[in-house]
């Protein structure tokens, strides 16, 4: 009888024991006797002011290719080191810099350079107080001969060599405890980039139907060389109130290119398009849809306008909207929506506005 109690209270003494502790799943290396120790963690984003998928005009400092927002997780840290994985040629950065905020307030600018496919920096101090976020800024520099218009580039935040020390704790976490992989913009090289805005003296307001202006938009420059403007494709947004069995909007009035003209403000006398192509509101041509109203007019320069380097050029396009009814108050609101243009180098490619962030430019509504 003693044993089998004996044998029972040894049984029960086993299932009470406490397990084993592992701590190999908070980024650190721990004994079982080891205290508990917080999992800290260091979240890294792409953060909204970064810039998106755009243009770098080559051979200049300090472009902006990227901005991060980093938050600590349970305590305070300190980001010592970590590396940006590096796409596209490599010889095209000169020189890559962070800058951020160290723990006595004061802005930090490191530089670094393209090794092995990755840009890293080392011996740093990003301090990411709790329940705030840091902003880490990249910019590189680019040589002067070892890129082409059109070449690209990514830096992208990696996980690779990371290693931050929690300021409570003093724990020091390597990379199993920062984000593993975010996505950077993809930057493009240019000589020089388009901005295209609306002019001040753009129509608005009060109009009449026929032969007129309705949008008037500027084109300008980078001073790093001229802009060839090839092509535009602007909106038309218009309305047709009157209850009528032909809309004066329609493909069938409006795709005609005897209804439309650009001119360079410079000189009224002179239109500068050669041909129109039009789109019905289906999306199709309007051969093919002719009864639908017209959206949008696509045109083709007789010849490349050259915009001078740092200067503008504003251009006026003018439509004949006659059957506009002035009693129904018919409107029309016109748009660029998309521009061809020419790099001031030594190719021959016409680029669109995929990266031209200031399209599209939005015109005044006018009504007749």
């Known amino acids: 009888m003693r044993f089998l109690i004996f044998l029972f209270l040894a049984v029960f003494a086993l299932g009470c024991a406490e397990p084993a502790r592992d701590f190999t799943t908070l980024g650190i290396t721990a004994s079982a006797k080891d205290p508990p120790r917080p999992r800290g963690r260091v979240i890294v984003a792409e953060s909204t002011t970064s810039p998106s998928d755009g243009i770098v005009i080559g051979s200049t400092a300090s472009s902006t290719v990227g901005v991060y927002d980093l938050r600590a997780m349970v305590e305070p840290m300190v980001l010592e080191d970590f590396c940006f994985e590096s796409l596209g040629d490599p010889e095209i950065?000169?020189?890559?810099?962070?800058?951020?905020?160290?723990?006595?307030?004061?802005?930090?600018?490191?530089?670094?350079?393209?090794e092995g496919g990755y840009v890293c920096f080392a011996d740093q101090e990003v301090s990411i107080p709790l329940r705030s976020t840091v902003h880490l800024t990249v910019s590189i520099d680019t040589g002067f001969w070892f890129w082409l218009?059109?070449?690209?580039i990514q830096l992208n935040w990696t996980d690779f060599g990371a290693r931050a020390v929690g300021q409570r704790s003093r724990t020091?976490?390597?990379?199993?405890?920062?984000?593993?992989?975010?996505?950077?913009?993809?930057m493009t090289f240019h000589i020089t980039k388009p901005t295209v805005s609306l002019s001040s003296g753009s129509p608005s307001g009060d109009g009449f139907p026929g032969f007129g202006e309705i949008f008037r938009p500027n084109m300008a420059a980078d001073t790093h060389g001229y802009v060839g403007f090839e092509w535009a494709t602007f909106g038309f947004d218009s309305t047709d109130n009157e209850d009528e069995d032909e809309d004066w909007n329609s493909c069938?009035?409006?795709?005609?290119?005897?209804?439309?003209?650009?001119?360079?403000?410079?000189d009224l006398a002179t239109n500068i398009d050669e041909s129109w192509t039009f789109t019905a509101s289906d999306g199709n041509d309007c051969e093919t849809s002719p009864d639908l109203p017209l959206i949008s007019a696509t045109v083709t320069l007789i010849e490349t306008e050259e915009v001078a380097a740092g200067?503008?050029?504003?251009?006026?396009?003018?439509?004949?909207?006659?059957?506009a009814s002035s009693a129904a108050d018919d409107s029309v609101r016109a748009s660029l929506k998309d521009i061809g243009w020419l790099d001031d180098s030594y190719d021959s490619e016409i680029y669109g506005g995929t990266y031209i962030h200031t399209l599209p430019v939005m015109g005044y509504p006018i009504t007749y």
Not at 93 to 103: E, G, L, M, R
């Open 93 to 114: 950065i000169a020189t890559a810099y962070v800058i951020y905020t160290n723990p006595e307030g004061t802005t930090t600018t490191s530089s670094s350079f393209v």
């Open 149 to 152: 218009s059109g070449d690209t």
């Open 172 to 186: 020091v976490y390597d990379e199993r405890a920062v984000t593993d992989f975010v996505e950077g913009p993809t």
């Open 252 to 266: 069938a009035n409006m795709g005609d290119s005897d209804r439309w003209a650009l001119y360079d403000m410079d």
């Open 311 to 323: 200067a503008t050029t504003t251009y006026s396009l003018k439509v004949n909207t006659e059957g």
